[in-house]
């Protein structure tokens, strides 16, 4: 069975989600780094080696019209660095709105805002994985 490493890529911090199931992500954390964007390269190579993933699925920004911006280019370029760095499918997948998602979950949930800072990428990342796994999922039962 496939391992699966969902990404919230953000300026400073990384939300982490995985899944083995295939079915269900689970959250795994945020990683913070400084602007250096090879940190965030680094972590990600370690995670794929330390939980032998086979896919990645990184959070792909675009703008509401479907332009890309810069935010949506560095996710290309890390997407291009951890192919170069492991032999493993990364998967750009649309996170429009993904944080925003996290953030009303976690209000709705009566989180406090100081741990809304702290869990909002990993949960991000949860969300973004997640919808990749079940578009997958109903893809493969034909619906």
Known sequence: MKR???????????????????LIAEAHGTYRF?????EAINRIVSLIDEHAIDV?????PKHMNNDVGIRGRISEDVSVAIQKERSVEVILWDE??????A?????DGGVRRQRQKKKKDELAAVLILQNYLDYM?????GA
């Open 96 to 101: 429009r709105l993904s944080t925003q998602s």
């Open 103 to 107: 953030l009303k979950v976690m209000i």
């Open 56 to 60: 990645v699925v990184l959070g792909y």
């Open 4 to 22: 699966y490493l969902g990404l919230d890529l953000g300026s400073r911090t990384l939300g982490v989600a995985m899944s083995t199931s295939g």
């Open 34 to 38: 400084k602007e250096d964007i090879e």
């Open 137 to 141: 999922n109903r893809k493969r039962e």
